[in-house]
Nanobody
Framework: QVQLVESGGGLVQAGGSLRLSCAASGRTFSDYHMGWFRQAPGKERELVAAVSRWSGGMTYYADSVKGRFTISRDNAKNTVYLQMNSLKLEDTAVYYC????????????????????WGQGTQVTVSS
């Protein structure tokens, strides 16, 4: 299996930027599609962005983050990133990275139902 560890969260003012990283260890990183989820207090966990197995492959974004967030991966470094720009108060949440094994269809990946492995999460707080 792959173990996932997120980093890069913190406190940022509205309009600012953060870059989250998720380092993977264990089995072959490129065997997994990767996603970033978030969960705000009192809300359900939601898929924010996803990227297919190969660097430079397909991506998906939730409407709420399109044009502001960018997901990318570097298979040589076993790392997936989430660049977050123009942050809003409503982006405040715990952000989790997750991995979906290659046997999962892309449709399951982008609906958030195909994920097998999860990181522990990193807090992102956007202040006014």
């Amino acid at each position: 299996q792959v173990q996932l560890v997120e980093s890069g969260g913190g406190l940022v003012q509205a309009g600012g930027s953060l870059r989250l990283s998720c380092a993977a260890s264990g089995r072959t990183f490129s065997d997994y599609h990767m996603g970033w989820f978030r969960q705000a207090p009192g809300k359900e966990r939601e898929l924010v962005a996803a990227v297919s197995r190969w660097s430079g492959g397909m991506t998906y974004y939730a409407d709420s983050v399109k044009g502001r967030f960018t997901i990318s991966r570097d298979n040589a470094k076993n790392t997936v990133y989430l660049q977050m720009n123009s942050l809003k108060l409503e982006d405040t949440a715990v952000y989790y990275c997750a991995a979906a094994y290659l046997s999962k269809s892309w449709s399951r990946v982008v609906t958030g139902t195909g994920y097998d492995l999860w990181g522990q999460g990193t807090q992102v707080t956007v202040s006014s």
